[in-house]
């Protein structure tokens, strides 16, 4: 087994309680498998994930309070003609162990929760029943994580919450699993609050362009 990336342990640390010290800087590391990128900001203080010398990124006097995400800064870490992800709300929960109450589903390879899962992430599995479908998976720096697409008969019925509960169930007891929601999906929000799930902080996953 490769050694964890070390970004893991900044937030296997937070799922803790123990975050990085409210001083406003950033912490360079080395990037992401995959060729993948990462700005990760906590209360006062910012991870950064990337293959460019860390003299260089500093240089660029990005902040712990926001800056290290702020859209020049990014374009700037992604290149010109890199990709450049949405900004995600990080949350984890622990897992519940217990009888699993959610079965494999191995008929929505084509579903776009499941392609953009893939494309990003590595061990994808799919589970589901009548409400929905889970994505779980090692996402980045090797993190368990896990989301949710409902059923569009689902909504405001309780389902999201129901699914995460049951999805819990699918990661060992006591062991920490992460999921990365869009600020915007209130109601997405909503449910992983209800289900247990506490903020950590906020991320984007970058990726820059192949050279030549």
């Known amino acids: 087994m490769p050694d964890p990336h070390p970004l893991l342990s900044h937030l296997h640390d937070a799922v803790d309680g123990r975050f990085p010290t409210v001083d406003g800087r950033v912490t360079v590391l080395p990037a992401l498998p995959g060729g993948l990128s990462c700005s990760v900001a906590f209360t006062g203080h910012s991870v950064i994930a990337t293959d460019l010398p860390e003299d260089e990124v500093l240089a660029r006097e990005p902040d712990g ?9 990014l374009r700037y870490l992604a290149g010109r003609d890199g990709w ?10 622990r897992g519940t162990g217990g009888e699993p109450r959610l079965p494999r589903r191995h008929d929505a ?22 409400r929905g ?7 980045p720096a090797g993190r368990r994580e896990l989301s949710i697409e409902l059923d569009g008969r689902g909504h405001g019925a309780g ?3 129901g699914l995460l509960r049951d999805a819990l169930a699918l990661v060992p007891e006591g062991e920490p699993v992460f999921a990365a ?5 209130a109601r997405s929000l909503r449910a992983f609050l209800a289900a247990g799930f506490v ?3 906020s991320e984007v996953i970058l990726r820059r362009a192949a050279s030549g």
């Open 109 to 130: 390879d084509d579903h776009p929760r499941v392609r953009h899962a893939r494309a990003l992430r590595s061990t994808v599995r799919v589970h589901g029943d009548g």
């Open 199 to 201: 903020p950590l902080g």
């Open 84 to 93: 450049i992800d949405c900004l995600d709300v990080v949350l984890a929960a």
């Open 65 to 73: 309070y926001g800056g290290a995400q702020a859209p020049d800064f």
């Open 181 to 185: 929601v869009s600020p915007g999906n």
């Open 133 to 139: 479908l889970v994505t779980l998976a090692r996402g």
């Open 159 to 161: 389902h999201g919450r």
